[in-house]
Structure formats: structure tokens, C-alpha cells
């Protein structure tokens, strides 16, 4: 089975996102991809203030194949409300954040009080980690530093010019997992694997925006054993997502 670790569901007309599960699911379809974590475009609160209920009724709508993170701002005073909310309440199984929207420093103390506290119901916190300011993998190091108990997802591993960066912080500091989606280099899937293990890299394909079809090619590309290839595609994330408790 493989298991998508970061896609997007969301319908947002005054922006012009319209992507409701549908299309999403027929790419999950063609790709071979069984379950998928959905989230957001937009962080809440914001322009879509029914982000949460939305999430929640598209998994209601299809439970067998998504599962909801919430994407918040951190500088939003009853953020943790919200994701007591949407953990507690809706059955959310993580947090997600990024700091060129939200324009929240990773480390700072806001950001880090939310994360605390999806650590509490142990969620992980899937970042946006990539080449813009304030979403490079030694910035979010320093979070991993201040939040030690929480499983800290670097999505996208650093995207174009910070992978090797995204391995270094992750080899260094054991609470942070390496994510696939929008990353080209199959070669650095493999690296990887090899030098913090299988057991901490989750395939993802930040769907519909990037292709599943293609994103699961590339991990097929990197050169992993079978035996990798489970825990990177299905194990990983779903030990994750049976380990939160509401």
C-alpha cells in the first residue's frame, strides 16, 4: 500500500483555488496511492474560516482514503485552540505550517508553543521546508532543538538547493523526518535512506499541484530495497497517523 504523507484539498473562490477531493482522489487512483493526507491551502484563521470543518467532511466524505492536517498560523492567538480543535474534536491527525505564508519564524516562541502542544497528542508538525526565507532546514534545525519530543517533518526535504542541508540537520537532530514531495533528485531519496535510515523518510507528493504519478516514479528511481520502499511508502506515515492520541 502506499500512503501520500502531504496533498491539498481545498476550495478557496476568492483566490482562485478550486480543488475539492475528487480530482485528487483519480490522481491517487492512477498513481496507485491508497490513503492520503490532505490539508489546506490556505492557513486559518484567513480567507477559508471553515477551513477545519472543511477538512473534516471530506475525510467524513471519504475515510478510507484521507486523513486531515490542520494548517494554521501560529501567530494567531487561539492557535492552540484551534488545534486542540481540530485534534480533539475533529479527529486531525497532525499540524501543518508555512512560514511564507503565515510569515511566523519557525523558532519563535509562538510557533514553538503550538508545536508543543501537537506533541502532546503526539501529531506531528509537517513544515514547509525549502529554498525561501525562513523554511531552510537549518532554520527549522533550530525549532527541532527547542521541541526535542516532537516529530518535526521537513516537507519537500529542502526542496532545490537545501537537500543536502535537509540531510545534515536530520542526521544531527533524531525527532526530524525527511519528506519527498517536489524534490527531483531520486539520487538524494537514497542518500537519505542511508545515512538517517528508511524508517525517517515518508513519501509524499504535495498533490494535485505536483503529479502523484510522477512523484511516485521517483522514489521508485532512487534504488531502494523492497524492504525500504515499504517503510518509506506505507510504515513510516502510518505509524505516524496511529499514534496520535486525541
Given at each position: 500500500?502506499?500512503?501520500?504523507?502531504?496533498?491539498?484539498?481545498?476550495?478557496?473562490?476568492?483566490?482562485?483555488?478550486?480543488?475539492?477531493?475528487?480530482?485528487?482522489l483519480?490522481?491517487?487512483?492512477?498513481?496507485?496511492?491508497?490513503?492520503?493526507?490532505?490539508?489546506?491551502?490556505?492557513?486559518?484563521?484567513?480567507?477559508?474560516?471553515?477551513?477545519?470543518?472543511?477538512?473534516?467532511?471530506?475525510?467524513?466524505?471519504?475515510?478510507?482514503?484521507?486523513?486531515?492536517?490542520?494548517?494554521?498560523?501560529?501567530?494567531?492567538?487561539?492557535?492552540?485552540?484551534?488545534?486542540?480543535?481540530?485534534?480533539?474534536?475533529?479527529?486531525?491527525?497532525?499540524?501543518?505550517?508555512?512560514?511564507?505564508?503565515?510569515?511566523?519564524?519557525?523558532?519563535?516562541?509562538?510557533?514553538?508553543?503550538?508545536?508543543?502542544?501537537?506533541?502532546?497528542?503526539?501529531?506531528?508538525?509537517?513544515?514547509?521546508c525549502?529554498?525561501?526565507?525562513?523554511?531552510?532546514?537549518?532554520?527549522?534545525?533550530?525549532?527541532?532543538?527547542?521541541?526535542?519530543?516532537?516529530?518535526?517533518?521537513?516537507?519537500?526535504?529542502?526542496?532545490?538547493?537545501?537537500?543536502?542541508?535537509?540531510?545534515?540537520?536530520?542526521?544531527?537532530?533524531?525527532?526530524?523526518?525527511l519528506e519527498t514531495?517536489?524534490?527531483?533528485?531520486?539520487?538524494?531519496i537514497?542518500?537519505?535512506?542511508?545515512?538517517?535510515?528508511?524508517?525517517?523518510?515518508?513519501?509524499?507528493?504535495?498533490?494535485?499541484?505536483?503529479?502523484?504519478?510522477?512523484?511516485?516514479?521517483?522514489?521508485?528511481?532512487?534504488?531502494?530495497?523492497?524492504?525500504?520502499?515499504?517503510?518509506?511508502?506505507?510504515?513510516?506515515?502510518?505509524?505516524?497517523?496511529e499514534?496520535?492520541?486525541?
Open positions: 500500500m502506499i500512503i501520500d504523507s502531504h496533498t491539498h484539498v481545498d476550495e478557496v473562490p476568492a483566490l482562485g483555488w478550486i480543488d475539492p477531493p475528487e480530482p485528487l483519480r490522481l491517487m487512483d492512477e498513481a496507485g496511492i491508497a490513503k492520503a493526507v490532505i490539508m489546506t491551502y490556505t492557513d486559518l484563521p484567513g480567507v477559508n474560516p471553515n477551513a477545519l470543518e472543511y477538512i473534516a467532511g471530506v475525510v467524513a466524505r471519504y475515510p478510507d482514503r484521507l486523513v486531515g492536517y490542520a494548517r494554521l498560523n501560529p501567530i494567531y492567538e487561539d492557535a492552540v485552540g484551534l488545534l486542540e480543535m481540530a485534534i480533539g474534536r475533529l479527529g486531525f491527525k497532525g499540524l501543518k505550517l508555512h512560514p511564507v505564508s503565515t510569515l511566523a519564524h519557525p523558532a519563535d516562541a509562538e510557533t514553538v508553543r503550538l508545536i508543543h502542544k501537537a506533541a502532546e497528542y503526539n501529531a506531528p508538525t509537517l513544515f514547509h525549502g529554498d525561501e526565507p525562513m523554511t531552510t532546514p537549518l532554520t527549522i534545525a533550530e525549532t527541532a532543538r527547542k521541541c526535542p519530543e516532537a516529530t518535526i517533518i521537513l516537507g519537500h526535504m529542502g526542496g532545490y538547493m537545501h537537500v543536502e542541508e535537509a540531510i545534515e540537520v536530520a542526521v544531527r537532530l533524531p525527532n526530524i523526518l514531495s517536489a524534490m527531483p533528485y531520486p539520487a538524494r537514497k542518500e537519505a535512506v542511508e545515512r538517517i535510515g528508511a524508517h525517517r523518510v515518508l513519501f509524499a507528493s504535495d498533490g494535485p499541484g505536483c503529479d502523484p504519478a510522477i512523484e511516485v516514479q521517483k522514489v521508485k528511481l532512487a534504488g531502494l530495497t523492497p524492504d525500504e520502499e515499504i517503510l518509506v511508502f506505507e510504515t513510516n506515515i502510518r505509524r505516524l497517523l499514534g496520535v492520541t486525541p
